[in-house]
């Protein structure tokens, strides 16, 4: 839930230091107005993923606000970022930024690198990918089968991002509609993708402009700043385990029945169930509020299933 930081207030002069102390008078002798309490500033620290100096971005409410301030801070454009992770500079689909960022967690960002294109021959129905999407429009491969069709193609690799798929282009699109693009490919004939790698570079810890290390900051909040297409960010409480763990298992199961990988999906399935105290219930809930997806009935019973073990 939003909780209202409380943070000692830090002040720029003596003068304003000294209207929080203890009533200023004026010349008359009469007491002078309080001033409002400033409000509390939410830095976080940022690289590019490739190797960078450490920059600092805040005043962002949406994934397309922060990819725009980062891209500000090293001088790039926004199109340039295919998407971040969280306190790691790896391609580590596990530390994906989604739509909540950890008040302590240090974001790297993940830039175009090589172009390639891919030739494909579907011998299976399934070609063996999980997609998901940055939010701001980029589609990218999230995990990779073992033994699949795609997994035998070892240029296809996990964190490239899907440019177009037999010459149309997917720019804009959800993760859902490539993946139901990707699907509906004909079994027995050869499709090409067009794919951007992100840039690479060696291994490396953080760095911070000051020379000390910035690893001690990593990953240490017990809250989060929750970003939203509309209306301004709010900092929430780290969920509890059960929620966590649940919210994992639905995410699992939108890979097993959609082919997708939606962490911020998956939380927003499991909020419309929570308190409901049926399938029916649930059923119609989802058709409110993500009736687009079209689920089928054995995906419902199943999260249904999920949520109930965590109530």
């Known amino acids: 839930m939003p909780l209202r930081l409380r943070r000692k207030k830090k002040f720029n002069t003596k003068e304003t230091s000294r209207l929080v102390e203890g009533e200023q008078t004026n010349a008359a002798g009469g007491s002078l107005p309080r001033l409002p309490a400033p409000t509390c500033r939410l830095v976080f620290h940022t690289q590019l993923a490739h190797g960078s100096a450490t920059g600092r971005v805040e ?35 596990g530390k994906l930024l989604g739509a909540q960022i950890g008040l302590e967690d240090f974001i790297f960002a993940h830039v175009k690198g090589i ?8 011998s299976e129905d399934s070609l063996g990918l999980t997609i998901t999407d940055n939010g701001a429009g980029y589609a990218f491969i999230k995990r990779i089968k073992d033994g699949s069709i795609v997994d035998s193609v070892k240029t296809i690799c996990v964190g490239d991002h899907i440019e177009a798929i037999n010459g149309e282009t997917i720019l804009g699109w959800r993760h859902f509609d490539v993946a139901k693009k990707l699907k509906e490919l004909k079994k ?4 090409t993708l067009k794919l951007i790698e992100p840039k690479k570079a060696f291994d490396m810890e953080p760095r911070s402009k000051a020379g000390k290390s910035s690893t001690g900051r990593i990953g240490t909040g017990r809250e989060t700043l929750r970003l939203r297409s509309k209306g301004p960010a709010t900092v929430e409480e780290v969920p509890s385990e059960t929620k966590t763990k649940a919210i994992g298992k ?35 809930a989802l058709d409110e509020t993500l009736g687009d997806f079209a689920f089928p009935d054995e995906f419902v019973f199943d999260v249904w299933g999920v949520i109930g073990d965590a109530k």
Request: with cysteine; hydrophobic share 40%; aromatic share 10%.
């Open 115 to 122: 172009k390639k294109e891919v030739n494909v021959y579907k």
């Open 188 to 191: 027995e004939e050869l499709f």
């Open 59 to 93: 005043n962002f409410s949406s994934i397309q606000e922060l990819y725009a301030k980062i891209a500000s801070v090293f001088e790039i454009s926004p199109s340039e970022i295919l998407y971040c992770t969280l306190n790691t500079p790896k391609v580590d689909m």
């Open 250 to 284: 639905v995410d699992d199961l939108l890979e097993l029945y959609m082919g997708i990988r939606d962490i911020d999906l998956a939380t927003t399935m499991f909020e419309a169930g929570k308190d409901k105290g049926n399938p029916d219930e649930f059923a119609v």
